[in-house]
């Protein structure tokens, strides 16, 4: 449970807790196997210590640029909706993370190499069966972490490296945070196998608004996230 804290609390604070004050900057470049550049992809830091964030999305030339507050335990990691997410240094584990100390000075080289990941696919419909759109969908397990939102038809693709046991969750301000398969309770959510390919139909139908779940009571009720 408390790893599901861990990485709910961590691309929460990714997505809205952006913090800069330009104090030191990291910089590096994105390509693919083929050592392509990769434009268009999103580079996050964040500090678990202080709270700090940020991010940046690479030019046509792979390469990007942010500043970010001192701290001297930052978690880097690369993502979009076309490529599972990896961790710096090279790995999509974020237990193997080597963090990073921009305390003394801007830091340069922090490069990825991407994959295209297998897919988990799936679409999001509300009580009436309309689509829902720009609903955030996160995905993890032992071994990977993913995260998109859903288009304007309601589906949603996550990249995500292969595992036996990724947890499927979408939420957003207006609608009830669910698991997949129609559950509220993490220990109740059914585990997504995508070792073997692509996994199609992990839907969430039927979702209801929000009336009172929101994502403030897993801050509150707890408070010793490791």
């Given amino acids: 449970y408390k790893e599901f804290l861990f990485y709910f609390v961590f691309l929460f604070l990714i ?30 830091a964040y500090s678990k210590l202080t709270g700090y964030s ?26 979009s909706d076309d490529y599972a997410m990896k961790f710096y240094d090279d790995t ?40 829902l759109s720009d ?11 993913g995260f998109c939102k859903s288009k304007s038809d309601g589906t949603y693709t996550l990249n995500v490296t292969p595992a036996s046991d990724y947890r499927v ?10 698991f997949y398969n129609d559950v509220l309770d993490y220990k109740e959510a059914t585990l997504v196998d995508n070792t073997q390919g692509d996994v199609n139909n992990i839907d969430f139908d039927e979702w209801s608004k929000n009336i009172g779940y ?3 009571d897993i801050f509150l009720k707890n408070d010793t996230i490791a």
């Fill in 54 to 79: 940020g991010g940046t999305q690479t030019l046509s030339d792979g390469t990007y640029k942010f500043e970010l507050e001192k701290a001297n335990d930052y978690l880097v990691m690369a993502w």
């Fill in 169 to 178: 969750i979408a939420w957003s301000d207006d609608y009830v945070m669910k």
């Fill in 135 to 145: 609903i955030n969908v996160h995905c993890f397990s032992e071994k990977g972490v």
């Fill in 15 to 44: 997505l809205f807790s952006y913090r800069i004050a330009q104090a030191f900057s990291i910089s590096g470049k994105v390509v693919d196997v083929n050592n392509i550049p990769l434009s268009n992809i999103w580079v996050n």
């Fill in 214 to 216: 929101v994502c403030q």
């Fill in 92 to 131: 999509p584990y974020i237990k193997e993370a080597k963090l990073l100390d921009l305390t003394i000075g801007d830091i340069t080289g922090i490069n990825f190499v991407l994959t295209k990941g297998n897919k988990i696919k799936g679409t999001i419909k509300d009580l009436s069966g309309t689509p």
